[in-house]
């Protein structure tokens, strides 16, 4: 079975532009979240998704923005771009929106690097 | 707010000796516990979760922590080490709720002496 899987892998931005990474769950996972990991750092929580509907929100400016398909995958939108927002962008897929006994799975990321 | 703290950013072990990796929680209640590990430029793999029950937690890769309530603490160990070990350990927290996500601590990484 395939796992979480993101894309792009790597990508190179300019200040002030947009950007969009995307992940599909692993098969059955209804739930997605987004974290962000700066380099020397632990990943940060920014988005939770279920069901197509936000349930949770870490401390990220509204730059930063994302939804979920019906077919459960995700996109993460963050507009503006600045240098700081340069990481490592994981995605994580569960089965239910609460833990209870799920297991998060982590994606292998998205590089972002913002000049 | 819960917290998570690994106090040790680099640890160096020789290969085939034991290994402890500590990290303490804040949290009220009690939480749901992870370690995590990543090598380099990849994604994050699960090596043990704890959620209730038995607290002492076996995992991958031959790895298994402790939860212990009184210490707020949830080291990793493993009795010997190989060099495919080394890496970057997070050890993470979740209160288990539906709007929360996971709270990481900044990492603890490991080198491998041969």
């Known amino acids: 079975d395939a796992g979480v899987t993101q894309s792009p892998t790597h990508l190179i931005k300019t200040r002030g532009q947009h950007v969009t990474l995307r992940c599909s769950p692993i098969?059955?996972?209804?739930?997605v979240s987004w974290y962000q990991q700066v380099l020397g750092q632990g990943p940060q929580f920014i988005f939770q998704?279920?069901?197509?509907?936000?349930?949770g929100r870490g401390n990220f400016p509204d730059r930063f923005s994302a939804r979920q398909f019906p077919n459960y995958s995700s996109e993460l939108n963050v507009n503006a771009l600045l240098l700081g927002d340069s990481a490592l962008y994981l995605c994580?897929?569960?089965?239910?929106?609460?833990?209870?006994?799920?297991?998060?799975?982590f994606g292998e990321g998205s590089w972002l690097t913002v000049v | 707010a819960q917290s998570v703290t690994q106090p040790d950013i680099h640890i160096t072990v020789s290969e085939g000796a034991s290994l402890e990796l500590r990290c303490n929680y804040s949290?009220?209640?009690?939480?749901?516990l992870f370690w995590y590990v990543q090598s380099p430029g990849q994604g994050l793999q699960l090596l043990l979760k704890y959620f209730s029950g038995d607290t002492l937690v076996q995992g991958i890769k031959g790895f298994e922590a402790e939860f212990k309530r009184s210490q707020s603490s949830f080291n990793l160990r493993k009795p010997s080490v190989h060099w495919s070990d080394a890496a970057e350990y997070f050890c993470a927290v979740h209160s288990g709720g539906g709007a929360d996500g996971l709270t990481f601590g900044k990492g603890t990484h490991l080198i491998i002496q041969p």
């Open positions: 994580a897929s569960s089965l239910g929106d609460s833990l209870s006994g799920n297991t998060i799975y």
């Open positions: 098969s059955g996972h209804k739930s």
């Open positions: 949290y009220g209640a009690t939480p749901y």
């Open positions: 998704y279920y069901e197509k509907e936000e349930r």
